[in-house]
């Protein structure tokens, strides 16, 4: 089995503008373009030094607060094949199967909501054919995977919280094989957050809260997904 690791987390925020300014001023990413469709950009967002990135949305104040979406590279076989042995529910989209003007470069297997822990990920495959990555909407570069941040500053873990910590905890390992390091479960009282090593060396939590007036836009229960 290949392992599965953290490859990028979405945001959705009323204040996004307000969220990437931060990093800039305080880890010093710069805010890279992410999705575009032909009303313009829809998504920014920042990549880390090795290789994560976070990939923010706008998301309107009268919408209820978004929870956040973890995406693991691997096997989508390998992914479904384990879903199927654990009777989680999923949804399957690849690549071949959407219009090729629209065509992602990548194809995704998300997981249902109300399975736990399970619901706020979901697997990426990545075509790595030079050709796959034409299509206008997915050029910026934020997808672009050889364009690191140009600053030491790593993302460690993020932590975040789940109504049942130990049966959280198993259903990650169950899909990753004990691979995602990066994903840290707890309890859901406390705070979510995003654990960075900044350009000093200091590590430093970090969370979008003070971006989403209403709640954390990191909900306290995971599983908003689908």
């Known amino acids: 089995m290949r392992s599965m690791i953290l490859d990028h987390i979405v945001l959705r925020s009323p204040n996004s503008a307000a969220l990437l300014a931060d990093l800039q001023n305080r ?13 313009g950009i829809q998504s920014k967002g920042v990549r880390f030094c090795n290789r994560t990135f976070l990939d923010v949305y706008n998301w309107p104040n009268d919408k209820p607060p978004f929870n956040p979406l973890l995406a693991l590279e691997g096997s989508l076989a ?42 706020s990920v979901f697997v990426i495959e990545y075509e790595e054919a030079p050709a796959a990555w034409q299509v206008v909407h997915y050029r910026g570069d934020l997808y672009n995977r050889n364009k690191n941040s140009p600053v030491d500053v790593e993302l460690l ?17 169950t899909l990753t094989g004990g691979h995602a390091s990066k994903i840290k479960l707890r309890s859901v009282d406390g705070p979510n957050q995003i654990r960075i090593r900044d350009v000093y060396g200091s590590v430093v939590d970090w969370s979008p809260t003070a971006f989403d007036r209403r709640r ?7 599983g908003c997904l689908r």
């Not at 880890?27 to 009303?39: A, I």
């Not at 873990?157 to 390992?173: P, R």
């Not at 954390?216 to 995971?222: D, G, N, T």
Request: glycine content about 8%; hydrophobic content about 40%.
């Open 216 to 222: 954390s836009m990191m909900s306290p229960v995971l």
């Open 157 to 173: 873990n993020v932590v975040i919280g789940c109504e049942d910590e130990s049966i959280g905890a198993s259903q990650i390992d």
């Open 27 to 39: 880890f010093g990413l710069k805010t890279l373009e992410g999705f575009k469709d032909y009303s």
């Open 78 to 119: 390998e992914a479904e094949a384990i879903a199927e042995k654990q009777g989680w529910q999923t949804r399957l989209l690849r690549r071949l199967a959407i219009p090729v003007e629209q065509r992602p470069p990548w194809s995704t297997l998300s997981f249902r909501r109300g399975q736990g822990a399970i619901s």
